[in-house]
């Protein structure tokens, strides 16, 4: 159990550590890429209301 515990941790460190650069690599190419990153962003919006939309109304 223990062991468990110590690898979960070290892999939210190493996730702490990454996120950043992975956050500013993602912006940077959205920002070279616009049509992409407005595609990317209306599908996202697209599934959050398609969800939200099927929690509220009990398809789940």
Do not use: K, N
């Amino acid at each position: 159990m223990a062991d468990g515990h110590a690898l979960l941790f070290i892999l939210l460190g190493i996730t702490a550590i990454v996120e950043p650069f992975l956050l500013i690599a993602g912006g940077v190419y959205f920002l070279s890429h616009p049509l992409m990153a407005l595609a990317a962003l209306t599908l996202l919006l697209a599934m959050l209301l398609f969800v939200e939309t099927s929690a509220r109304y009990g398809c789940w």
